[in-house]
């Protein structure tokens, strides 16, 4: 979570200027999705929006339809996009594109473009549509002065499926138990690991570092942190290009959590940030963070603001948060159990994170609810004063709801003043700190229980129940097939 952040707004602008230096805009007038289009010679966009599960959804528009595209002419049958909350008989899903969003692809193809929108239902945002579930979480934040700002770490493999199914890293050679940042794995990947870098530089994401993670053919290419719906959009992208350009060199890109029995699994591990509306950071401790003490005191209803402006300009923890920090490091792992059903939304999440080991000896994968300082074990990692990292999520999580739900959780402990108590130590969690679902349908439980989280993504509780019951459905399915261990292990045991 480094570096300079830069929108799409202000990149599409920038490119934008010789058009109007050049007079084809006058100065003042509204920028269209056309204009985007043509200023970059864009012949197709991608008009994008992900359902429940984070598939990636769109139609192939061509720029001579860019108007009917962004005046809400393009309509979707939602019941066949996938898990968006959609029957049959249901009215078509409008797509209405974020021109914030705009992003041109040429190293994908030449000509397209991608842009992101959300989803409409008889001219309403339509609550399942998880963009603008997260749209409507921040705008909760803005209520009270606040605005996220989220780095994500996007971790994946890259591998090669043999005839049989027999799954392999796509490297053959990378096959050692502690490949972890290994020289030579990189450079064998050099080719995809630097065309991927050299796109999301051209837009302006700041990638910064391509690492060999900790399985055999597992990668993780990072870019500077955004405000948290830029952020969201980006995993959306990335994880699109990463297929893309990976199969263009005849591999496949994963995100599946735990592909490989003994080796580590793929997080999205999140960093995650509160900031006051003039861009002051509100989570460090200290005179810096007077704003803090203020939003900490309108929001919470146990404290006053004097105990609030006192209890910020020291930290007696030892981490150097402010009392806005601790309340949301506090929501996080106050709703901990719940918020596993967004951030380990898959039934293979949990062969990841109930794993006792990996071939590495390691699986970076927290069980507990526990948060602690620059520590990898801790579920709330705290590597600086400015940012908390949530570990717990993984490759399958939905970027709009791991975010959705980690704010309203957070913000949750900041309302109502939880204590989040004391940081563990390293490795060690405190007494009475819940663990964290061992399958899906335990995470499907734990969100029934909890109305915070349950009602976080729509206000009510009905979009959550509908993701509940999808997600119980989910592991219900495949808990009725028949595996190969259960006929190993059952087939002459009685």
Known sequence: MSGNINTMRETTMT???????????????????????????????LATFVDLNGKPCAKLVPTSAADELEAGALGFAGFAAGLIGQEQHDPDLIAIPDLDSFTPLPFVREGLALVHCDPHVNGKPWPYAPRNILKRAIAELATRGMTAKVGAEVEYFLVDRAEGGTLAPADKRDNGPRPCYDARGVTRMYDHLASVSTAINSLGWGNYANDHEDGAGQFEQNFDYADALTTADRVITLRYILNVLAEERGMTATFMPKPFTNRTGTGLHLHLSLWSEQDEPLFPAGPSASGAAAVAASAASAASADDAASDSAADARGLGLSPVAYGFVAGLLEHAPALQAFLAPSVNSYKRIGTATSSSGATWSPRKASYGGNDRTHMVRVPDNKRVELRSGDGAANPYLAVATSIMAGLDGIDNSIDPGNPSGPGQAPEGAAVLPATLLHAVEALRRDPVILASLSGDEATGRYFADAKETEFLTWHAQVSDWELDTYLTAF
């Open 15 to 45: 490119q934008l200027a010789p058009k109007l230096v050049e007079g084809e805009l006058a100065a003042g007038d509204r920028i269209t999705l056309r204009d985007l289009a043509q200023a970059h010679g864009v012949q197709f966009i």
